[in-house]
């Protein structure tokens, strides 16, 4: 979800490619930095930018030098919607995203599938239900081969469902 909000807000911190180079205040020539995310203020610690109407701009660049995270374990919990929308493809694409999640997981993450569909048919498709381990969440994927699209979702209620599994403790990544 980090890398998401940074795609998102890159656009409002690096300038809208989509815009008119020309209606953009202060360009003299009305180029737009094509550098991408490593441009040319990225190796800078400090820069300021006159404008051709005289305002100037400054930017600090502050890096601190921390250590990497250590690696936590990781709860999981896969949402598929399988309502009448998801027929085809989509269901498809669903079912090998799960595929791959639980095949690259961590033998100490912790993995649940749940099908988002009807408050009836909405459920936690490992055997057990709960949190599991890669290996024990490979069950669902069986059960998740059997699910065809139909109908609606209640995804607030199936949310309030799933976030019961997870305990909390700060030494998992949830």
């Not at 020539?29 to 005289?54: I, M, W």
Request: with cysteine.
């Amino acid at each position: 979800s980090l890398a998401l909000a940074g795609a998102v807000t890159s656009a409002a911190v690096w300038g809208d490619s989509s815009r008119n180079p020309a209606a953009l205040p202060g360009l003299k020539s009305g180029k737009v930095f094509s550098e991408g995310v490593a441009g040319k203020f990225t190796n800078r610690p400090a820069v300021a930018y006159r404008t051709l109407d005289g305002q100037t701009y400054f930017a600090v660049q502050v890096r601190p030098d921390l250590p990497a995270a250590p690696v936590r374990p990781r709860d999981i919990a896969i949402l598929v919607d399988t309502s009448a929308s998801q027929a085809g493809n989509p269901l498809e694409t669903a079912r090998q995203i799960c595929r791959e999640v639980i095949a690259t997981a961590n033998e100490s993450d912790r993995i649940s599938v749940w099908t988002v569909s009807t408050p009836r048919a909405t459920r936690n498709l490992v055997r057990g239900g709960g949190l599991k381990f890669p290996a024990e969440a490979k069950t669902a994927l069986a059960a998740l081969e059997a699910e065809y699209a139909s109908g609606a979702i209640d995804f607030k209620g199936t949310l309030e469902r799933v976030a019961k599994e997870f305990d909390g403790k700060a030494t998992r990544d949830q």
